[in-house]
């Protein structure tokens, strides 16, 4: 081979290789989810913001159980100041196939707690209802510490979240 065709082979073969690994602007840090800043912009907000977001609805929740029968209140809306979802259960809702982004709503359990039920959905804003996670693919003692694979057909969804209070900083 020429010094040339061995030239324009190198070229040709690193061409292919930097279109295969998807040339970016930068690099993503190792255990960094990669993502777009437009898209996340949209979504933020200051911390003070936040804050007093969070503050207001502390004070609405406390306002609205003087103004209503406690008993009723505790037992059938028990309503939490946040709750919490590690990075694995995030993980998994957005690498679903089609999945642009998650939707959480807002629902009650048998004890009267509301809780917040995570779905991905697409790029249309549909969600994306199926399985998640098959549990053949899970230890026996990861299946046996949630419900989530219960057999009441149609999909799952993340919930399950860790309630504040009581864990909570």
């Known amino acids: 081979m020429t010094p040339n065709r061995t030239l324009i082979a190198v ?5 292919v290789l930097l279109a295969m690994t998807g ?3 930068g690099h993503t840090p190792p255990g960094e989810i990669p993502y777009d800043k437009e898209r996340a912009k949209v ?4 911390l003070k913001r936040a804050d007093r977001y969070k503050d207001d609805y502390g004070t609405t929740k406390l306002e609205v159980r003087k103004r209503c029968d406690t008993s009723f209140f505790d037992k059938n809306f028990d ?5 919490m979802f590690n990075r694995d259960a995030i993980a998994l809702l957005l690498n679903q196939k089609g999945a642009d982004g998650i939707r959480v709503y807002f629902g009650k359990d048998s004890l009267g707690q509301v809780r917040l039920v995570l779905l991905p959905v697409d ?3 549909k969600d994306i209802r199926q399985v998640l996670l098959d549990y053949r693919s899970v230890t026996q003692k990861a299946a046996a510490q949630t419900d989530g694979f219960d057999d009441e057909g149609g999909g799952q969804a993340v919930e399950l979240g860790q309630r504040c209070p009581t864990i909570c900083n």
């Open 11 to 15: 070229a040709s073969y690193l061409i």
């Open 123 to 125: 790029k249309s804003g």
């Open 43 to 46: 979504h933020l907000i200051s």
């Open 79 to 83: 309503l939490p100041m946040a709750e």
């Open 23 to 25: 040339c970016k602007d």
